[in-house]
């Protein structure tokens, strides 16, 4: 079987569109995949890492305003359609799977022209733009979220790495605590924006390293890249300063969700969904910039209890007051822990894989 994934920009897309590919390579060796994205996306570097062959088309968004740019839209999404439609009559694939992105719609509106079958996953709850274009023409659609409202929308949850979606915390964590050279026995704070980091949690958390150490807690700060030193400029002469680590980035998630007992995180739907799938505690600060996607993300973890939510303004205040209290609560971590667990999704890359090959089969 072959297939066409399309999507990229942020990690937001690329994650899933790299899960679902594994996914399907683990249920047939045999599958022929290709990557559609941009040259200027992180899929540039990922989809490569993975293995996997990534074609670049033109980055084409979608004009706001009447500008230049709008001008220039018609001639330049016609040429990068065009080229997915080269890519289609030489590849001949079975389906083409989209996961939203500037890379998407040259894809969808190509295969649909075409004959091809489309298959959408729309990560957040509030679809994107790219993904309701899609959706119109599609065979099927999986959504990360219930209330996420596209045609034909069926619950798949977020394709996650098995690395994830297999995680055991209790059995793994002292193992992952070693791996990051973190103390057996200390609470332990994640923080993380993101590979981008977010300088909010960054500064608000650094606010009060000096509470977090004199309570016996250790910290993972993963501020992202090239914003590290700020964060370890706020260390300097605090007592057991060695216990906050200051690290930019870490590929491996994994162990830090599984060293942690609470993350104080941002709402994006992949974070979202990783937390309640390994039934990690959390603080999730939404963006106070977009659709509002990021708060309606958190929405079902929240009220199932497995997270607080905090606006971005009001969170140096509030983790000044909370923070400490919250990490040494060990009965309502717990608490938070199997509420997180009500809402988890653990298959979403093998639901997606199952809609991808009904649509493919019948193809």
Known sequence: ????????????????????????????????????????????????????????????????????AALRFPARFRAAKAQVSALLAEFRPAGVVGFGGYASPPVYLAAAKAGVPVVVHEANAKPGLANRLGARRAAAVGVTFPQTQLPRAELTGMPLRRAIADLDRPTQRAAARAELGLAADRPTLLVSGGSLGAQRLNQAVAAVAADLLAA???????????????????????????????????????????????????????????????????????????NGEQRLNAAGLVAA???????????????????????????????????????????????????????????
């Open 216 to 290: 016996g807690a250790q910290v993972l700060h993963l501020t992202g890249r090239g914003k590290a030193e700020p964060v370890a400029a706020a260390l300097t002469g605090l007592a057991d300063a060695q216990h906050y680590h200051v690290v930019e980035y870490l590929d491996r998630m994994e162990l830090a969700f599984a060293a942690a007992d609470l993350a104080v995180q941002r709402a994006g739907a992949g974070t979202v969904s990783e937390l309640a799938c390994v039934g990690l505690p959390s603080v999730l600060v939404p963006l106070p910039i977009g």
């Open 305 to 363: 209890g497995g997270a607080e939510l905090v606006d971005d303004a009001a969170f140096p205040a509030w983790a000044s007051a909370n923070l400490v209290d919250l990490l040494s609560d060990g009965a309502r971590l717990a608490a938070m822990a199997a509420g997180a667990e009500k809402v988890a999704i653990r298959d979403g890359a093998e639901r997606l894989c199952g809609l991808i090959e009904r649509v493919a089969v019948v193809a």
């Open 1 to 68: 079987m072959r297939l066409i994934l399309a999507g990229g920009g942020t990690t937001g897309h690329v994650g899933p569109l790299l899960a679902t590919a594994a996914e399907l390579q683990r249920r047939d060796p045999s599958v022929e995949l290709r990557v559609v994205g941009t040259a200027e996306g992180i899929e540039t570097r990922l989809v490569p890492a993975a293995g996997l062959e990534l074609v670049t088309i033109p980055k084409v968004p979608f004009p706001r305003r009447p500008d230049g």
